[in-house]
T-cell receptor, first 115, second 113 residues
């Protein structure tokens, strides 16, 4: 069975500082990993994904994520945080061995950027 | 805009009412999903449809009844709901391949009174 864990309910960062939002996963086969962002009363917006290839993936709004197979992690990062980055962030995984198109999400991490 | 449209955006219903949520996509995707998002709980996968066939029912109570008449439309029929069913219901779609992301609608905010 596939699963995703986001160990931090909330991350607080000062504007201009680097940010990291943590994610670990568990799958039977190879993982397809995704990050999404959600603003209040809105649906989820896709940020970036890892399928194969380079472990560092770049996405929208200056975000990037690093795939680490040995640590089964896919942490989201940004070198310099903006107040507008404040939102709810979800990590998600699909198992390459799963015959269904199931995407499982983590519990979400609320990112708060203070001016 | 993601190309996935959900209606209505907000819905208030009594426990004895019957209502339906609608989701529509014209992205050519053949997988569609219903998720439930409650306050302080993880995003819960409810149902998955592939090529109009239900491939996942995540132990959802029978008061929630999905319908997928074609690959572009997905419904969630609601009847005799409970107040704890109040949540944001999100629809998503994706191509069936595993390495593709899902596209989400804006959600329907459901309140059961």
């Amino acid at each position: 069975a596939q699963s995703v864990a986001q160990p931090e309910d909330q991350v607080n960062v000062a504007e201009g500082n680097p940010l990291t939002v943590k994610c670990t996963y568990s799958v039977s086969g190879n993982p397809y990993l995704f990050w999404y962002v959600q603003y209040p009363n809105r649906g989820l917006q896709f940020l970036l994904k890892y399928i194969t290839g380079d472990n560092l993936v770049k996405g929208s709004y200056g975000f990037e994520a690093e795939f680490n197979k040995s640590q089964t992690s896919f942490h989201l990062k940004k070198p310099s945080a903006l107040v507008s980055d404040s939102a709810l962030y979800f990590c998600a995984v699909r198992d390459s061995l799963s015959s269904a198109s199931k995407i499982i999400f983590g519990s979400g991490t609320r990112l708060s950027i203070r001016p | 805009e993601t190309g996935v449209t959900q209606t209505p955006r907000h819905l208030v219903m009594g426990m004895t009412n019957k209502k339906s949520l609608k989701c529509e996509q014209h992205l050519g995707h053949n997988a569609m999903y219903w998720y439930k998002q409650s306050a302080k709980k993880p995003l819960e996968l409810m149902f998955v449809y592939n090529f109009k066939e239900q491939t996942e029912n995540n132990s959802v109570p029978s008061r929630f009844s999905p319908e997928c008449p074609n690959s572009s439309h997905l419904f969630l029929h609601l009847h005799t709901l409970q107040p704890e069913d109040s949540a944001l219901y999100l629809c998503a779609s994706s191509p069936r391949g595993g390495n593709t992301e899902a596209f989400f609608g804006q959600g329907t905010r459901l309140t059961v009174v």
